[in-house]
């Protein structure tokens, strides 16, 4: 009986009304994996445009493509969290579909997972390609969790992160958006994970425009964290078995 050989590389993403960039971006992925045994796992949240059409046709051209379909959008984290579990790899890249992070960089936050023998590596955008108050906010929140969680990390909502594979699919995240990145480091830490971070890029918007409403988002953002805090309270005193 032939074994299916484990990719090196599983990037994952998720994707909602992104036809206007997602074929750019997919591309550019492939171009990535070049070389190297890898897939890309992206998980359709209800796109409401073209973009299911694009990746189906995207599929033909790439068979590593494999595609996850949601028919109800259900937010970002549990897109990423549909892909994250779909994917077979050794490493586990996790970005956005909007091209605004090279996939490329994986290889900056390789060589800095195993320089220091992390479990997890994360970028932090040194300099954001975001309005004003997306930026605010951010440093807003980079504040809140250090002061809350001691996670001393510049940037812990970035979406750019690489896990070992086994890592990544044994983080059950619960938020249903934006949180979600912060949320695989709150729970990594505390699950005893080594986390490292490095400098990444950040860009422009490959096309479409940006899901997130500022205020809504700072306040689902507030009430998550005050959940997380107090359900990694429940854990570290054994009254709840899973974090």
Known sequence: MKTESVPFLSICAPAYNEAESIAQVVRRWEEVLEGIEGEIVIAN????????????????????LVVVSHKVNGGYGRALSSA??????????????????????????????????????????HAKQAGAVHVLADRGLNGLIRLVFGLRLRDTNCALKLFKGEVARSLHTEAMGYPTPTEFLVKAQTLGYRIGEVSITHYPRAGGETKLKAFRTSWQMALFLAYLKFKQVLYRARIVREM
């Open 45 to 64: 949240d209800g796109s409401q445009d073209r973009t299911g059409e694009i990746l189906a046709e995207l599929q033909q051209a790439f068979p590593n």
């Open 84 to 125: 994250i579990a779909r994917s077979r790899g050794k490493y586990v890249l996790t970005i956005d579909s909007d091209g605004q992070f090279d996939a490329g960089e994986y290889q900056r936050l390789l060589d800095e997972l195993q320089r220091g023998g992390y479990d997890l590596v994360t970028g932090y955008r």
